[in-house]
């Protein structure tokens, strides 16, 4: 299938719009505390979503998220080149992942969708033949993303989705008005070229440390003097969930000032990634006219490790014939009562 098509999810307190291409979210409405409807999620036109640097926006990441050293993993003595397609490095699976493929649809009603994707074998230099399904279905207050996945040979899995959230539902920088939480102790070391070392540090006494609710702009002020953040000029960071047994668990929480929008992230994934939209404006205006500057969204991937392939003592991610997996993200939303315009850092 090549044709755009789009399915409309409805309860009384979700709206949500997925697009075939990507499997993507392009639109995610929740009521604030006024009852007013709000679109947490960036978005574009619908035949806009495959120019290169659009295409993750909102969109299902596979084979593997994130990153893959030097475009190479090894299976069996045997070494697979990927997609090059961030320097000599792999990103999100390269230029024919998940995100630029059209899914077909399976079922479908007026609260779920369930799609579904083969990924050819060394398509993109993945080994196997990848059949990935993934449903979305609204829950009461959640909304509810769960990927299950086979390979017909040994291959290396790792799968997300990349919603770029903004509480305020407006293009403004989430620095304004957003504070964070995440449930996790360390966070993985990086090169210069956003690959894990292989170590890990503590957050205490950093600017990463959001273990109790701290604002998005006082942690990213510290952009320009802390090292590790100017680097990625800002969070482009895999933090380790905390006592990670493959439940599905609360892992961060996010919150906003002038909606008092509140959503929690829960996922039975090791990691998350936080990137807190820290490059130059998109190239196209949204899909409501507006115009998406530096750091208008905040993304919180629930994933495996960056890199696991070459780090045996990351949590591993490989996916063998006999095996399947299931990914699950959930998003749940509420309003909070606040009666300051900015969050302090608190244990609340």
């Given amino acids: 299938m090549t044709e755009f098509k789009s399915y409309s999810l409805i309860n009384e307190n979700l709206r949500v719009r997925i697009l075939n291409h ?21 978005g574009f036109k619908d035949k806009e ?68 994707h083969k990924h050819r074998h060394l398509q993109n230099g993945y080994p196997g033949e990848l059949e990935t399904t993934i449903r979305f279905e609204l829950k009461s207050n959640e909304l509810e993303i769960t990927f299950r996945t086979k390979s017909d040979r040994s291959t290396h899995v790792s799968l997300t989705h990349h919603a770029f959230f903004n509480l305020a539902g407006s293009p403004e920088s989430v620095e304004k008005g957003h504070a964070l939480r995440v449930l996790a102790d360390r966070v993985l070391e990086l090169d210069s070229e956003g ?31 802390d090292s590790r953040m100017s680097k990625t000029h800002g969070i482009d960071h895999n933090y380790i969930i ?14 906003e000032s002038s909606t008092n929008i509140n959503m929690k992230v829960f996922s039975n994934q090791p990691g998350l990634q936080v990137y807190t939209g820290n490059y130059e404006s998109m190239p196209k205006f949204g899909k ?48 909070i009562k606040n009666t300051q315009n900015t969050y302090e850092k608190s244990s609340n």
């Fill in 22 to 42: 990507g499997a993507r979210i392009t639109e995610l409405l929740v009521k604030d505390s006024r009852g007013n409807w709000t679109d947490v999620v960036l």
């Fill in 49 to 116: 979503y495959p120019e290169t640097r659009l295409s993750y926006c909102g969109a299902a990441i596979g084979p593997y998220a994130n990153r893959i050293a030097n475009g190479q993993l090894e299976i069996n003595d045997v070494v697979y080149n990927l997609d090059k397609n961030e320097k000599e490095n792999t990103l999100h699976s390269g230029g024919a992942g998940f995100n630029h493929q059209f899914w077909n649809h399976l079922s479908s009603g007026t609260d779920f969708v369930e799609l579904n």
């Fill in 195 to 225: 690959i894990p070392t292989g170590e890990a540090f503590d957050v205490d006494g950093l600017a990463f440390d959001f273990r109790q609710w701290n604002t998005l702009a006082e942690a990213l002020k510290n952009e320009n003097t």
């Fill in 242 to 255: 905390n006592d990670f047994n493959g439940d599905t668990k609360l892992v961060a929480e996010l919150k």
């Fill in 288 to 335: 409501n006219g507006e115009k998406y500057g530096h750091r208008s969204a905040i993304c919180l991937e629930p994933q495996c490790f960056p890199d696991s392939p070459n780090h045996e003592h990351f949590p591993s991610t490989l996916l063998k014939p006999e095996e399947s997996r299931s990914v699950i993200i959930k998003y749940q939303f509420s309003t």
